[in-house]
């Protein structure tokens, strides 16, 4: 007797088959979305700067790139740029500016120079500071404060401003570390 046909059998293989590879496929591109996802979230997350505050470091229009994930997981330092929102405004773009004291540091601006914890602080631009603002008397930065400064104070609105202040670690989105546009200024920000 006669097996006869048997395209039923080979049918049922083939889809068998076919199903595994297209799941592994799938699978694979669901991990390749969620990294990339996460990558961007935590380490691609850009802004522009606003003005000159940040010459020569940071020119305006600049777009950075910011970690996201660095202000979670260590606390900020001085020397740092960070973006964040004034006031924790959420209608307000972010500023980027750069970290001079930390909590528990005592601030102060006497005769056009910045004093932290009692010692003059060199600045990145060489000009003096002609705007002493809140600091004109001695501040102490709080638990989770930090006082920010432009790299050209003359052009900046930082913590001296009271429409400022200190900023406050839950007010920082987290650290610039990359200018991507425009391409000539392409590179790590120090």
């Not at 049922?12 to 590879?21: D, L, Y």
């Amino acid at each position: 007797m006669s097996k006869g046909l048997t395209f039923r059998k080979r049918r049922e293989r083939t889809k068998k088959g076919f199903a595994k590879p297209v799941m592994i496929w799938v699978l694979e591109i669901a991990c390749a979305v969620g990294l990339g996802f996460v990558c961007s979230w935590c380490f691609g997350t850009r802004t522009a700067m606003v003005g000159g505050a940040m010459s020569p470091t940071l020119e305006d229009n600049d777009v950075v790139l910011v970690d996201r994930l660095y202000s979670m997981i260590s606390s900020p330092k001085r020397g740092d740029i960070i973006a964040f929102l004034p006031r924790g405004n959420s209608k307000s773009h972010y500023y980027i500016r750069r970290i001079l004291g930390v909590p528990g540091d005592t601030v102060q601006i006497i005769d056009k120079k910045l004093y932290i914890n009692g010692e003059v602080k060199d600045l990145v631009s060489a000009t003096d500071i002609s705007v002493a603002g809140i600091v004109e008397d001695e501040v102490t930065l709080g638990d989770g404060e930090y006082f920010v400064l432009g790299d050209d104070p003359d052009s900046s609105e930082d913590s001296r401003h009271s429409g400022v202040g200190m900023v406050k670690r839950s007010e920082i989105l987290g650290k610039a570390y990359l200018i991507i546009n425009p391409r000539s200024r392409f590179g790590g920000i120090g």
